[in-house]
């Protein structure tokens, strides 16, 4: 079974990528914190979603996430409008970086990967 790990502390969000994540026979783990999304890495997911709106410091956790784990696909979403929000991230190792509409739009297409 595919793994996917996440940093959001949205509740109703977090749902929402759970039942995706169920429907496609992927385990899917969140966390609130740095220190807990860093916990998440054993074993290994396939990939990481960082809800770049995340009142805990989400580019600081992906500097940490990337400082220990080099390989791991992580994909960020954020509002459309936080264009500079956007270009943290992507130097901080995201591998992608979307609008929240997009991610939503495009969830099972982002998940797929990590069910092998």
């Given at each position: 079974?595919?793994?996917?790990?996440?940093?959001?502390?949205?509740?109703?969000?977090?749902?929402?990528?759970?039942?995706?994540?169920?429907h496609l026979g992927i385990e899917f783990k969140v966390a609130t914190t740095t220190a807990a999304l860093l916990d998440l890495l054993e074993p290994r997911p396939q990939l990481v979603i960082v809800d770049l709106n995340a009142r805990n410091q989400p580019i600081d956790a992906i500097v940490k996430l990337r400082a220990t784990a080099k390989d791991i696909r992580v994909v960020a979403f954020l509002s459309h409008v936080q264009r500079e929000l956007a270009e943290q991230a992507r130097n901080a190792g995201c591998d992608e970086v979307m609008p929240r509409s997009s991610f939503t739009q495009n969830l099972a297409e982002i998940l797929s990967p990590a069910k092998a």
């Open positions: 079974m595919g793994r996917v790990v996440a940093l959001m502390d949205d509740i109703f969000f977090q749902m929402k990528v759970a039942e995706t994540a169920k």
